[in-house]
């Protein structure tokens, strides 16, 4: 059974930083995606960032392009979501997702297979 688990998420200001980290249980393939999301209140799940295990190439929502960098350790099977410069608009529930994409799906949180339980990001003004 895959689990995965996020950490890192917390209360900051706006222009702070926070990096989130998310561990999975089982050994990550290299055809695997290792997707981030995001879910503000009354507000649908949208993809963050991707990183496909191998060769890892990245993807970015245009929100976060240029202040959000996601990376992979292979020895840890853990995948992390740095986040600069962050504002209240990057106020949400962050979850990290596994699955196999290509490029067309990559941004499709449909098919991500698993996820975690989500971690809390508040970005105060």
């Known amino acids: 059974q895959v689990k995965l688990l996020e950490s890192g998420g917390g209360l900051v200001q706006a222009g702070d930083s926070l990096r989130l980290s998310c561990s999975s249980s089982?050994?990550?393939?290299?055809?695997?995606?290792m997707g981030w999301f995001r879910q503000a209140p009354g507000k649908e799940r949208e993809f963050v960032a991707a990183?496909?295990?191998?060769?890892?190439?990245?993807d970015y929502a245009e929100s976060v392009k240029g202040r959000f960098a996601i990376s992979r350790d292979f020895a840890k099977n853990t995948v992390y979501l740095q986040m600069n410069s962050l504002n209240p608009e990057d106020t949400a529930v962050y979850y990290c997702a596994r699955g196999v994409t290509n490029q067309r799906t990559v941004r499709d949180r449909n098919v991500y297979e698993y996820w975690g339980q989500g971690t809390q990001v508040t970005v105060a003004s």
């Open positions: 990183i496909h295990w191998s060769p890892g190439t990245t």
């Open positions: 089982t050994l990550i393939f290299n055809t695997n995606t």
